[in-house]
């Protein structure tokens, strides 16, 4: 059973600064998604990760895959206050089901 | 594009009560998927469905069903609603049948219930 930890669930920062969000999943899962919620509103798709050693950026964000320690990290440069969303990421179950587990979520915070 | 549309915006149902949360996509997607976003518990598959006239249990089914006649709409309907039953539902479409696309979920606007 595929499951994914997201940490930290909460994350409060700075403008300026750099931080890492860390997604942990127990099982082989062959696909690895960030999303980002704004409070009240849906989730729209950030990153999709298809392989080991996936590197994906936009803008001040960044997202990599590493397959062998089941591990994706969410990379935040320079963090300013439009950054602040509660981001997920979500593994896909293996087996062509097409189905994903997402983490319970980071919310970002970052503070003038 | 419209993308993934849902209905009703906001709901409050009694307990006991029945209700159907509509969701329709145009993007001609072949996949379409139910979940409930709970605080702090991020999302949980209620029913998904690979195309129309199929559809399958997720995680947390019960006190739900879902039909799917069209490629393009997906209600949900609760019957009997609880207060548990209390949660923001999301729709979401995807495409799978390309090797090597990405199959990315989009998700609808969300409708939020309550149930007093």
């Known amino acids: 059973e595929l499951k994914v930890e997201q940490n930290p669930l909460f994350l409060s920062m700075q403008e300026g600064k750099n931080y890492t969000i860390y997604c942990n999943y127990s099982t082989t899962s062959d696909r690895l998604y960030w999303y980002r919620q704004d409070p009240g509103k849906s989730l729209e798709s950030l990153f999709v990760l298809l392989s080991n050693g996936a590197v994906k950026q936009e803008g001040r964000l960044m997202a990599s895959l590493d397959t062998k320690a089941r591990l994706s990290t969410l990379h935040i440069t320079a963090a300013v206050h439009d950054l602040s969303a509660t981001y997920f990421c979500?593994?896909?179950?293996?087996?062509?089901?097409?189905?994903?587990?997402f983490g319970k979520g980071t919310k970002l915070t970052v503070n003038p | 594009n419209a993308g993934v549309t849902q209905t009703p915006k906001f709901r409050i149902l009694k307990i006991g009560q029945s209700m159907t949360l509509q969701c329709t996509q145009d993007?001609?997607?072949?996949?379409m998927y139910w979940y409930r976003q709970d605080p702090g518990m991020g999302l949980k598959l209620i029913y998904y469905s690979v195309g129309a006239g199929i559809t399958d249990k997720g995680e947390v089914p019960n006190g739900y069903n879902v039909s799917r006649s069209t490629t393009e709409d997906f209600p949900l309907r609760l019957e009997l609603a609880a207060p548990s039953q209390t949660s923001v539902y999301f729709c979401?479409?995807?495409?799978?049948?390309?090797?090597?696309?990405?199959?990315?979920?989009?998700f609808g606007p969300g409708t939020r219930l309550t149930v007093l």
């Open positions: 993007m001609n997607h072949n996949y």
């Open positions: 979401a479409s995807s495409y799978s049948g390309l090797a090597g696309a990405y199959n990315e979920q989009f």
């Open positions: 979500a593994g896909r179950i293996q087996g062509g089901s097409e189905k994903l587990v």
